[in-house]
C-alpha cells in the first residue's frame, strides 16, 4: 500500500538523515550535498515526473529588475500554480546543539538555531519569487529541513514558528512532510488526468453519437427510397404485364394473329396475364 510504501521510504531517508547528521560536523559544503541528496531522494520517490511535474534549479529572470534567481526546485500544480522548494537551511546552529552535552550551551544553540532559520523565513518571503517570468500563480514556498528532528528541535522550542512562516507564505517541511505533501500533488495531477481523459472520452462520445445518428438518418433515408423504388417497380410491373390491357398482354395478341417471333413468353408471365 502507499503508506507502508512511504514507511519504507522514511526509514530509508532517517538513515540518510543520520549520515547528513554525521556530515554537520564537517564544512557548510559537505551538509549542502547530504542535503541535496536527500532532497533527491525525496523528489525521486513522490512519483512526480522530473522535468515535467518538477524542475531542478530553473535559471529565472526577475521583472523587476532583470536579475536571474536559480530556485532549488520549482514543482507545477494543475491550473498554472507553483510551488518552490528551498533547501539552503543551515543547520550549523543545530549541529553545535547536538554536539554539546553542557545543558546551558544547548539552549544557547538552540536561540541560534532558531534565529537561523526565522532569519531564512525572512529572506525566502522578501525574495518575491512571484516576480520571477515563468512563475505563473506561486501557492507557497517550502523552506525544505534535510534533517527532521532538526524542524522538530525548532518547533518544540518555538511553538509560533509555523505560523510565523505561514504568514509569510512559507511552509517548513521536513524530508516526511515533504513527500506528503508531494504525494497530494501527484495525486492531484492524477485526477487531473482522469477529469481530462473524462472530457475526452465525452467528447468522442459526443461526436460517436452524432455519426450514429447521421447513419440512422441515412438508413431511413434509403429505407424510404427502397419503398418508393418498389411502389415504381410494382406500377411499372403491372402495366407491363397485369390485365387483359398491359403491353405483354397486347404482344400476346400479336403473337396469336400470326406475327413471327422466335421467342416467347415465360410462362408465369403468361399466368399473370390470364389472372
Same mark, same amino acid.
Given at each position: 500500500?502507499?503508506?507502508?510504501?512511504?514507511?519504507?521510504?522514511?526509514?530509508?531517508?532517517?538513515?540518510?538523515?543520520?549520515?547528513?547528521?554525521?556530515?554537520?560536523?564537517?564544512?557548510?559544503?559537505?551538509?549542502?550535498?547530504?542535503?541535496?541528496?536527500?532532497?533527491?531522494?525525496?523528489?525521486?520517490?513522490?512519483?512526480?515526473?522530473?522535468?515535467?511535474?518538477?524542475?531542478?534549479?530553473?535559471?529565472?529572470?526577475?521583472?523587476?529588475?532583470?536579475?536571474?534567481?536559480?530556485?532549488?526546485?520549482?514543482?507545477?500544480?494543475?491550473?498554472?500554480?507553483?510551488?518552490?522548494?528551498?533547501?539552503?537551511?543551515?543547520?550549523?546552529?543545530?549541529?553545535?546543539?547536538?554536539?554539546?552535552?553542557?545543558?546551558?550551551?544547548?539552549?544557547?544553540?538552540?536561540?541560534?538555531?532558531?534565529?537561523?532559520?526565522?532569519?531564512?523565513?525572512?529572506?525566502?518571503?522578501?525574495?518575491?519569487?512571484?516576480?520571477?517570468?515563468?512563475?505563473?500563480?506561486?501557492?507557497?514556498?517550502?523552506?525544505?529541513?534535510?534533517?527532521?528532528?532538526?524542524?522538530?528541535?525548532?518547533?518544540?522550542?518555538?511553538?509560533?514558528?509555523?505560523?510565523?512562516?505561514?504568514?509569510?507564505?512559507?511552509?517548513?517541511?521536513?524530508?516526511?512532510?515533504?513527500?506528503?505533501?508531494?504525494?497530494?500533488?501527484?495525486?492531484?495531477?492524477?485526477?487531473?488526468?482522469?477529469?481530462?481523459?473524462? =472530457?475526452?472520452?465525452?467528447?468522442?462520445?459526443?461526436?460517436?453519437?452524432?455519426?450514429?445518428?447521421?447513419?440512422?438518418?441515412?438508413?431511413?433515408?434509403?429505407?424510404?427510397?427502397?419503398?418508393?423504388?418498389?411502389?415504381?417497380?410494382?406500377?411499372?410491373?403491372?402495366?407491363?404485364?397485369?390485365?387483359?390491357?398491359?403491353?405483354?398482354? =397486347?404482344?400476346?395478341?400479336?403473337?396469336?394473329?400470326?406475327?413471327?417471333?422466335?421467342?416467347?413468353?415465360?410462362?408465369?408471365?403468361?399466368?399473370?396475364?390470364?389472372?
Amino acid at each position: 500500500s502507499e503508506i507502508k510504501q512511504i514507511k519504507e521510504i522514511n526509514l530509508q531517508m532517517s538513515r540518510e538523515a543520520n549520515n547528513l547528521t554525521n556530515a554537520l560536523k564537517g564544512e557548510s559544503k559537505t551538509q549542502g550535498i547530504w542535503g541535496e541528496m536527500i532532497l533527491e531522494r525525496v523528489l525521486e520517490n513522490s512519483g512526480l515526473k522530473a522535468g515535467e511535474s518538477y524542475k531542478r534549479e530553473v535559471s529565472l529572470e526577475h521583472e523587476s529588475d532583470n536579475s536571474r534567481y536559480r530556485p532549488d526546485v520549482i514543482v507545477y500544480l494543475p491550473d498554472r500554480r507553483e510551488i518552490i522548494i528551498d533547501a539552503k537551511t543551515s543547520l550549523r546552529a543545530y549541529e553545535q546543539y547536538i554536539s554539546t552535552e553542557r545543558e546551558e550551551q544547548k539552549q544557547d544553540f538552540a536561540d541560534q538555531h532558531l534565529i537561523s532559520i526565522r532569519k531564512h523565513i525572512r529572506e525566502l518571503s522578501d525574495k518575491d519569487y512571484t516576480g520571477l517570468k515563468g512563475v505563473e500563480t506561486l501557492d507557497f514556498i517550502f523552506m525544505f529541513v534535510p534533517v527532521e528532528s532538526a524542524l522538530l528541535m525548532a518547533m518544540e522550542h518555538d511553538a509560533a514558528l509555523f505560523d510565523f512562516a505561514f504568514k509569510k507564505n512559507v511552509i517548513l517541511v521536513g524530508p516526511t512532510t515533504l513527500m506528503v505533501a508531494l504525494r497530494a500533488v501527484e495525486n492531484t495531477w492524477k485526477q487531473e488526468q482522469q477529469q481530462h481523459n473524462a =472530457q475526452e472520452i465525452a467528447k468522442r462520445a459526443g461526436l460517436l453519437f452524432d455519426k450514429f445518428v447521421g447513419f440512422v438518418e441515412s438508413v431511413n433515408r434509403l429505407g424510404k427510397q427502397i419503398n418508393t423504388i418498389q411502389k415504381t417497380y410494382e406500377e411499372t410491373y403491372g402495366r407491363l404485364h397485369t390485365g387483359s390491357g398491359s403491353l405483354t398482354s =397486347q404482344f400476346q395478341k400479336l403473337e396469336k394473329l400470326g406475327a413471327a417471333a422466335s421467342k416467347r413468353l415465360p410462362e408465369h408471365v403468361l399466368r399473370e396475364i390470364d389472372d
